[in-house]
Nanobody, 116 residues
């Protein structure tokens, strides 16, 4: 069973930066889209950013200009570069892959805490 393994979360001060990584433990064929979601305590999960196999990207309004998603669907790996972090960015961040056939995979989540 292929799993997604995330890393890079942690505690950072407001204004700081973190880089999240997500890699598959095995081969996943025909990835269509790779995404990052987050869920803060007491809130619904929200889509933060996504990148298609063709390189098209999407960002939630709340992170535009501060976060950058990148990745390689062939490996497959996805990254989320987070700059100018705010306290409201505190959440569990999870990666998500979906294939052209609709099969999907979730990471276990990594905690990001922005606090002074």
């Amino acid at each position: 069973q292929v799993q997604l393994v995330e890393s890079g979360g942690g505690l950072v001060q407001p204004g700081g930066s973190l880089r999240l990584s997500c890699a598959a433990s095995g081969t996943i064929f025909s990835i269509n889209t790779m995404r990052w979601y987050r869920q803060a305590p007491g809130k619904q999960r929200e889509l933060v950013a996504s990148i298609s196999s063709g390189g098209n990207t999407y960002y939630a309004d709340s992170v535009k200009g501060r976060f950058t998603i990148s990745g390689d669907s062939a490996k497959p790996t996805v990254y989320l570069e987070m700059n100018s972090l705010k306290s409201e960015d505190t959440a569990v961040y999870s990666c998500y892959f979906v294939t052209n056939r609709g099969r999907d995979y979730w990471g276990q989540g990594t905690q990001v805490t922005v606090s002074s």
